[in-house]
């Protein structure tokens, strides 16, 4: 018996804004979610590799006979058994097994695959290297002087290696200097503004080495099937490239590899290179024919990992009496280690925040990186600029309180507004910083608590109370640094009004699922339980460039946006035949199509799709697209709209310093974030509150300890990462800006809240005891002695620019 | 290779045996020998409570035991809790509260949260974050995990804190 | 390479005791926490033969016995820090419990374990310096069970290294318990509450009369090879009134007393300026008791 439908309205409703849990968090929390680490192929093999003992020393001989002799041993690789090995990294100066010498002492130098961890283990110990020794550079200074040993001499010195060089193309031949990079950036007058400057003030400053410490290690599985095509379970984050680069690297066609990301421990840009082991284990496969999995131990995640770059930096700033700034110039020397990876291209970072982070007139940067044998550095979140942002937030209190301006007022009075375009080329299309800069110091109470801290610097007590205040500026719509900085997405609606969305974003547990289902479901007007996100699979998903540069919520939002508004004009059109009326009469909501004025329920999106289906056209509701942001390319002078956004924050950081200790206690964190538009509520606070006590850790805890190119302390028991009883209080505010490009308004935030933290920090440690310390991390010790004038003495001499 | 031992113990509620190396990690045992994976390695050396299992109801470092130890005991790992009423509270409110990000070191926090929440059931937001000292997050920056557990505490004694 | 030739795991303290004496070559294991790490990181070999002695009962548990309190070897830092016995007499201890690693490590690492382990930096070891705590030590050497016991403060001879003979093993430890007016408080330097390997440790006790420590004990852990009594500090404490002045002075000679190193967590430098000052701010609050 048919009843009557009853006519039903639907109420409208917005996911946008909510706090939607990950979707991928029950699996987690239930263990079921399976790592890399979980991840066991028939037949696997499991790889280790035997590192340098060495700093920087000659390989003289190889013997890997008794480890080949060990029973349940299927391969022991060295640089002599690849003939075809080429260099790796970004600038190809790194080939994954070392032939002729270690350079430091990452260094790989052999490989075993067995049938278990301990039969490779054992192996690794039976292998005999015979080394001759170099002398050892690990001071950036020393390296950049003339006549200082060469990391990377040229041309590769005739006989002696011969033996175990490869025959195969090596592009990278050597280097006349250790200079593995160089930036030169300028605009306006410099000197002339100088001169024209009432207050002018110069600092050298001290960042140092830390590394990402996810909490999984890393990773990876090759295995060849038996046509040779290869399949790599792999934590990178960035498949397409990797793709393509592991083809190169392999003489490979690029289509007979196919990279699956398993469930990432964590990125935080450590994995946007390849890295040696990789290609070990790929080579280990190919020699073995098994599938071969290599996985680190802790201490081998902190030895061979690539750390942040190490930067001694000086910068000289002036303003004007009335508070206006007048120049920058900064010179900067980066530790880059004995190889090229990301961590020497930091500098395009660092520049857009001396060139932008307030309105700068003049700004003359240069900056080199230099080859040593320390370990060498890679990407870390927010990329160089937690360094760059640590030395100018300094000078904007200094800078103040040399000409007696309230150190709020001074940097409002810098901060750019929407509309205004940066001596770099930077369009701020949409600006929240005075908004951050406003909202962070009134929830804070700064201006009440800066007064009292100074009055109180000296009164009794050991505990001196400080609030600093800091901001940042960082590339929040993607950032061009390849030819493209596109995603795409394809999008399936089914018969029972499920949405599949395959997209080539790469979730690493940031929440880009969620949030691209957010986005789409609300296109479609359905729940978030009709859709089923696929990804992380290179034989599957679509291009992308890439989880970086902050860009997932708005490059890959755009592409799955528009592919959804594809989706629904297309459900709408086949509705308006159907109830012969306009398309733009009907819209989607709660699962059903409806008049848009009333919100009257037609048909609900499952039979909608059934009718389609079974139509005569048959037609399946299937769309496609592919987003480039409006960003450009920089011109050789780097200047150009890098991004086609901008996030913006300001931090306050309040202390408590231990003058008897030197400890500093960090009590509260009030952080305003200019984000565009919150889309998930849940997310985005996740994100802030994780990059702000990653920052705290790079403020007060963290640093890897090197000295003479050996680590001293590769664990968590020395390298110290924030614990739960450590985090300050944290208060944040989003300041909604409506970005016009942003997918629903929002710009990304995923390095934002970690890159003004340490800055800040060292404001408020001014403010409680009026002693400036230029050195990171703030530890008791170092805190101590500045305090007690047995301080360290910063000194870089500025590089006559070229 | 090194000598074996058998155990005869209990995981996740179920009386098992196991033929392990005397040198083996309780967290090598589970993960290779009995095949449960949700317990993760993070560092081997106590200093991470990723591996954090149950114990004869205490949370031990599973990485720090030795799994000929685990003879005569009661192991229960994050895929036992799930059998747990109380357990399902605590992993839909780290779901709820956005507790979770990379998650891998979820199922250790989930683990000692469940600890915690068993010796100190009114547990405030001071003791919950000293009850997980031991684990490290690299995600969150703790807070949404500390007041995942703070929501279950309530729940365990209404009106304890706000 | 040896590899381990048997597993054990005697159920009383007279089979331990023998497999100790038919052997040298034992490795004992306890709680693990140390033992595990040490062994897979490769800084500590496992000998032929691993004796686990987690089921001998005579280990166990936490009891008044002839005017002392006897901590089992096995006792777990948690089971102390619950302990009423502890609670009551001894809360310095709970003191050291409260910052000694994590719950899951206090859960299993053992009293007995931390003292043989004689890290100069052992959380446990400054406070049971300052308890006047005694060891007490089994062996079998000709067919019967012997015990002695030692003071803490003469058990400790250098990094990882005691007076235990290869052939005993930690039964465990004897505190005389405190009079009246009992005195005694421990310090741990960290920047977090608990998992730290402290930097420096102090333990101060004594019987406080009038605003002054009597029976001064002091300790100070890693500031030295072993867990160190400091009797050039204890005499400049002992019985003075806690001005200002003694104050400073008995913080000036704790400086000068200790002997730290330079390592990845400190210079020597500044744990002596730690000493000097947290001294002094534990003296203050002592007079303020």
Redesign the interface.
């Known amino acids: 018996m048919k009843v009557a439908e009853k006519t039903k309205f639907i109420q409208p409703g917005t996911l946008i804004g909510k706090?939607i849990?990950?979707m991928?968090?029950?699996?987690?929390?239930?263990?079921?979610?399976?790592?890399i680490?979980?991840i066991d192929l028939p037949g696997q093999l499991y790889g280790k590799i035997l590192r340098s003992e060495r700093v920087h020393a000659r390989i003289k001989h190889i013997d890997t006979a008794a480890a080949k002799a060990l029973p349940g041993v299927h391969a022991v690789i060295t640089a002599a058994d690849i003939v075809d090995q080429r260099p790796i990294g970004v600038a190809k100066d790194h080939l994954p097994l070392k032939t002729d010498k270690v350079r430091s002492l990452r260094d790989e130098v052999a490989a075993v695959a067995a049938e278990s961890e301990?039969i490779a283990l054992a192996a690794l110990r039976l292998i005999k290297v015979e080394y001759e020794d170099l002398p050892i550079l690990t001071d950036p200074a020393e390296a950049i002087k003339p006549g200082a040993t060469l990391i990377h001499p040229e041309p590769r010195q005739p006989g002696g290696q011969d033996a175990l060089k490869p025959s195969g193309p090596v592009a990278f031949t050597g280097k006349p200097d250790n200079i593995a990079m160089r930036f030169d950036y300028c605009h306006g007058d410099v000197v002339q503004a100088e001169a024209e400057s009432d207050a002018v003030v110069e600092d050298t400053f001290k960042l140092h080495y830390v590394t990402?410490?996810?909490?999984?290690?890393s990773g990876m599985i090759a295995d060849f099937d038996s046509s040779g095509n290869l399949l790599m379970y792999s934590n990178t984050q960035v498949p397409f490239l990797h793709k393509r680069e592991f083809a190169e690297y392999l003489n490979m066609d690029p289509g007979r590899i196919r990279i699956i990301q398993p469930?990432?421990?964590?990125?935080?840009g450590s994995k946007l290179d390849i890295y040696p082991f990789e290609v070990i284990c790929v080579f280990l496969a190919r020699a073995a024919k098994r599938p071969v999995k290599l996985v680190f131990?802790?201490?081998e995640e902190f030895i061979s990992s690539p750390t942040r770059q190490p930067v001694l930096l000086t910068l000289r700033s002036g303003c004007k009496r009335d508070g206006s700034l007048t120049f920058r110039t900064v010179h900067t020397l980066h530790d880059n280690g004995a190889y090229t990876s990301w961590g020497a291209t930091t500098p395009f970072v660092m520049m857009q925040t001396f060139s932008s982070l307030y309105r700068v007139p003049n700004c003359d940067y240069h900056t080199v990186a230099v080859y040593t044998n320390n370990p060498y550095a890679g990407s870390f979140r927010g990329y160089g600029n937690l360094q760059a942002t640590f030395a100018v937030e300094a000078h904007m209190d200094k800078l103040a309180e040399a000409i007696g301006m309230d150190t709020l007022e001074f940097r409002l009075k810098n901060a750019q507004e929407q509309g205004e375009v940066s001596g770099q080329g930077m369009e701020f299309d949409s600006c929240g910083f005075k908004e951050c800069l406003t909202t962070a110091a009134e929830r804070s109470d700064f201006r009440r608590k800066f007064a009292e801290n100074v009055k109180n610097r000296n009164a009794p007590g050991?505990i001196k109370r400080g609030v600093g205040i800091a901001s940042m500026l960082h590339v929040g719509g993607g950032a061009k640094i390849y030819p493209s900085d596109g995603c795409g997405t394809i999008l399936k609606l089914d018969d029972f009004g499920q949405v599949t969305l395959i997209t080539g974003a790469s979730e690493?547990?940031?929440?880009s699922e969620t949030v691209l289902s957010q986005l789409v479901c609300e296109e479609l007007g359905l729940p978030m339980s009709a859709l089923t996100v696929v990804n992380n699979d290179t034989a599957i998903t679509p291009w992308d460039v890439g989880v970086h540069a902050s860009r997932t919520t708005f490059i890959a939002g755009n592409s799955a946006l528009g592919a959804a508004r594809l989706a629904k004009a297309k459900v709408l059109a086949a509705a308006a035949r159907k109830f012969e009326c306009p398309a733009e009469e009907l819209d989607l909501r709660g699962g059903y199509v409806i008049k848009a004025a009333s919100g009257e329920a037609l048909i609900d999106l499952p039979r909608l799709m059934r009718n389609l289906h079974f139509s005569d056209k048959a037609e399946l509701v299937m769309t496609t697209f592919y987003y480039e942001p409006p960003s450009s390319y920089q011109d050789k002078r780097y200047k150009g709209n890098v991004s086609a956004a901008y996030a913006w924050a300001s931090q306050v950081v309040e202390v408590e310093v231990d003058t008897?200790?030197g400890?500093v206690k960090m009590t509260k964190i009030t952080a305003a974030h200019d984000v565009g538009r919150v889309l998930n509520r849940?997310?985005i606070?996740?994100q802030i509150?994780?990059?702000?006590?990653?920052g705290q850790g790079y403020a007060?805890?963290e640093s890897l300890?090197i000295e003479n190119g050996v680590m001293?302390?590769p664990?968590?028991?020395?390298y110290?990462?924030?614990?739960?009883?450590?985090?300050p209080e944290?208060d944040i505010s989003f300041i909604e800006t409506m970005d016009g490009e942003g997918p629903q308004g929002a710009k990304g935030v995923g390095e934002a809240p970690a890159i003004c933290v340490a800055a800040a920090t060292a404001n408020a440690i001014y403010n409680a005891t009026g002693v400036r310390i230029c050195g990171l991390p703030f530890?008791?010790?170092r805190v101590?002695?500045a305090l007690?004038g047995k301080g360290e003495k910063l000194y870089l001499a500025p590089e006559k620019a070229a | 290779?090194?000598l074996k031992h058998d155990i005869e113990f209990k995981l996740n509620g179920v009386s098992r045996c196991a033929s392990v190396r005397v040198d083996m990690s309780a967290l090598d045992m589970l993960?290779d020998v009995a095949g449960?994976?949700?317990?993760?390695?993070?560092?081997?050396?106590g200093?991470?409570g990723?591996c954090t299992i149950l114990v004869d109801g205490l949370s031990l470092n599973s990485c720090l035991m030795f799994a000929v130890d685990c003879h005569g005991r009661d192991v229960v790992?994050?895929?036992g809790l799930?059998a747990d009423a109380k357990a399902d509270a605590l992993?839909a409110a780290?779901?709820?509260?956005?507790a979770?990000?990379?998650?891998?070191?979820?199922?250790g926090m989930?683990m000692q949260a469940s600890h915690l929440l068993a010796t100190h059931p009114d547990a405030d937001a001071?003791a919950?974050?000293?009850g997980?000292?031991?684990?490290?997050?690299?995600?969150?920056?703790?807070?949404?995990?500390?007041e995942a557990i703070a929501s279950v505490s309530r729940t365990g004694k209404p009106g304890a804190r706000s | 390479m040896t590899e381990i030739e048997q597993y054990v795991a005697p159920s009383s303290l007279e089979q331990a005791a023998e497999y100790l004496q038919r052997s040298g070559e034992v490795t004992i294991l306890a709680g693990g926490t140390d033992l595990m790490p040490q062994s897979q990181?490769g800084r500590l070999k496992i000998k032929r033969t691993l004796m686990n002695i987690q089921h001998i009962p005579e280990l166990k548990g936490i009891a008044i016995d002839g005017g002392a309190i006897r901590i089992g070897a096995l006792a777990t830092i948690t089971e102390i820090m619950q302990s009423e016995l502890i609670k009551k007499h001894l809360p310095i201890l709970i003191e050291a419990c409260d910052h000694f690693a994590s719950d899951q490590i206090r859960n299993a690492a053992t009293l007995g374990g931390n003292v043989c382990n004689a890290s100069p930096a052992g959380d446990m070891l400054v406070p049971l310096l300052v308890l006047d705590a005694e060891v007490e030590l089994a062996s079998k050497p000709d067919g019967g069970l012997t015990r002695r016991r030692l003071p803490l403060s003469e058990f400790f001879v250098g990094p990882g290294k005691t007076r235990r003979a290869p052939s005993e093993l930690l039964a465990g430890l004897r505190i005389g318990l405190p009079g009246a007016h009992h005195y005694a408080r421990f310090f741990k330097?960290g920047?977090?509450?608990a998992?730290?390997?402290a930097?420096i440790s102090i333990g101060i006790a004594g019987t406080l009369n009038n605003g002054a420590l009597s029976s001064a004990r002091v300790a100070f852990g890693a500031v030295a090879p072993v867990p160190m009594r400091a009797p050039r500090t204890e005499q400049a404490l002992e019985a003075r009134r806690l001005d200002a002045a003694t104050i400073e002075a008995v913080a000036g000679v704790a400086r000068d007393e200790v002997t730290p190193i330079d390592d990845?967590?400190?210079?020597a430098w500044?744990r002596k300026?730690?000493i000097h000052?947290?001294t002094k701010?534990m003296l203050d609050h002592v007079a303020q008791a």
């Open positions: 706090r849990p990950k991928d968090a029950p699996e987690k929390a239930s263990g079921k979610t399976r790592y680490h979980d301990q990402h410490c996810c909490m999984g290690v469930a990432i421990g964590g990125g935080f131990t802790r201490e050991a690493i547990g940031q929440g008897e200790t400890i849940l997310g606070e996740g509150e994780g990059g702000i006590v990653m007060l805890t300890i001293r302390n664990s968590f028991r020395d110290k990462l924030v614990t739960a009883p450590e985090i944290i530890t008791p010790e101590y002695r007690h | 290779m090194s993960r449960l994976t949700g317990t993760k390695y993070g560092c081997g050396e200093e991470c990723a790992t994050i895929e799930a992993r780290f779901v709820e509260h956005g979770v990000q990379c998650g891998y070191c979820t199922p989930v001071e919950i974050k000293r997980i000292e031991g684990n490290l997050c690299r995600c969150t920056g703790y807070t949404k995990i500390v | 990181g330097f920047t977090r509450p998992l730290d390997i930097t990845v967590r400190a210079s500044y300026e730690l000052n947290i701010r």
